[in-house]
């Protein structure tokens, strides 16, 4: 199984039935996995924070939902992440290629790379970096995890983890 | 007619509805005039409540409306595209559009000016984009609820507040309780 599959399998497991999900190369498969699999409505949308308001919706209509992005939307959503699912304590696994590490061939990305970390820190988002495909395997505790405690959580991929871009 | 009594002449056709509720002067309007377990007021994050709204309409089967203003759906214009692409049937999007940021002070909006919010909802694939006054909006949005098809109603009115007092209620227990309604 690769990580991919391991990734989208764990979903399914937990009951994550609604997916938001913008472009990523490295997280295309999952992307495409998730499209094919009947258990879980997928929306693409067009920015993250829109995303984010999609996810709260779903999980107030009873669904477990999910979001797949890259790092850089935390530049864009801190306002959404503090003042609504923060705000009002909902649960979202935040699934985020980790662009600018190890790798990386555009010099902009570690640009934003440098500050992702301290921007999770300073929200007190619980954070998971992923650097080596045996990591997958804290997916599954990672999903129980926020739903067990019904906050934003960041599962951060780096491109040694996806080995190579 | 100003957002405010717009709002006011909605409150028989809203009662019983799933609403989701714009941030600031329209959420607190209407906790004012109709508070419900039925309504989730949003306290922050402009710009998103079409986006709950279609979640929440995405992943029950209850009607599901959207209270948004000119100025919320400019800020999160993507948003347009994504309803057009992903009908949800029991979907409704209310702009009231008075053609300013309200809760700022009345500033000018774009869709005030040149921009039509119903022409772009169209160029976007919405299907059923009705513009009307705002004397028309309560018929016209239970025509939509009735009609079972996932509808953006323009409602262009007057630019004008009235003075309403800020939402108290903690932000969880505006949740819990409206999730408790979604799953009655």
Known sequence: ??????????????????????????????????????????????????????????????????????????????????TLTQ?????????????????????????????????????????????????????????????MCNKPVAILTDASFWQGY | MIRSE?????????????????????????HLLDDRETNFYMLGTMGLSSSIGLGLALAQDKTVISIDGDGSVLTNLGTLPTIANNVANNYILLIIDNGSYGSTGDQPTYAGKKTSLTAVAEACGCENVIECQAEEAPAVLQKAIDSQQMTVIVCKCESGNIKVPVITMDPVVIRDRFMKAVAS
């Open chain 1, 87 to 147: 705000y009002y304590r909902m649960p979202l696994p935040m699934l985020i290629s980790y662009r600018g590490e190890l790798g990386e061939p555009v010099a902009c990305q570690v640009e934003m790379a440098v500050h992702t970390k301290g921007l999770l820190e300073q929200l007190k988002i619980p954070t998971f970096h992923f650097h080596h495909p045996d990591d997958v395997g804290e997916f599954d505790a990672i999903l129980k995890h926020t739903f």
């Open chain 2, 6 to 30: 717009v709002i006011k002449s909605l409150v028989p056709v809203l009662a019983e509805q799933l609403v989701v509720c714009n941030i600031g002067l329209p959420s607190q309007e209407l």
């Open chain 1, 1 to 82: 199984m690769t990580v991919s599959e391991k990734m989208v399998s764990d979903l399914v497991a937990n009951d994550v039935t609604f997916a938001t999900t913008v472009p990523c190369k490295q997280l295309g498969t999952v992307i495409d996995l998730i499209e094919e699999n009947d258990a879980i409505h997928h929306v693409p949308c067009n920015k993250e924070d829109e995303g984010m308001g999609l996810a709260a919706g779903a999980f107030m209509g009873g669904k477990r939902p999910t979001i797949i992005m890259q790092n850089t939307a935390i530049g864009v959503t801190v306002n959404t992440l503090v």
